[in-house]
């Protein structure tokens, strides 16, 4: 996505914009592998803003809480029910 149409995202109120997801070999397992080799290597594509709500969301909680579920319930989602786990390898399936 381009910085562009991240931010027209944003003035929407939408703060997670969509991203292609392509399966390819020599990828990621998980969607957590991506983002900690992306947040450690490259300069992110959001805006500040984002980037700050991503800092809280970590600092908060809101990740441990949303790992927890997946162990807990087998549950990728609090309303949808989204393509793959977060924590979960890919290799387990989709979320049901």
Do not use: R
Request: one cysteine or more; aromatic letters at 14%; hydrophobic letters at 30%.
């Amino acid at each position: 996505m381009t910085v562009e149409e991240i931010q027209e995202y944003e003035e929407l109120g939408i703060y997670a914009p969509i991203v292609p997801f392509k399966w390819q070999t020599g990828g990621y397992s998980t969607w957590n592998e991506c983002y900690d080799h992306v947040s450690k290597t490259q300069q992110s594509p959001v805006t500040p803003k984002t980037q700050e709500l991503l800092k809280n969301f970590f600092a908060k909680g809101g990740y441990n809480f949303l790992k927890q579920i997946e162990e807990d319930f087998n549950c990728a989602g609090i309303c949808d029910v989204p393509l793959f786990f977060m924590t979960k390898n890919i290799s387990e399936g989709s979320p049901k």
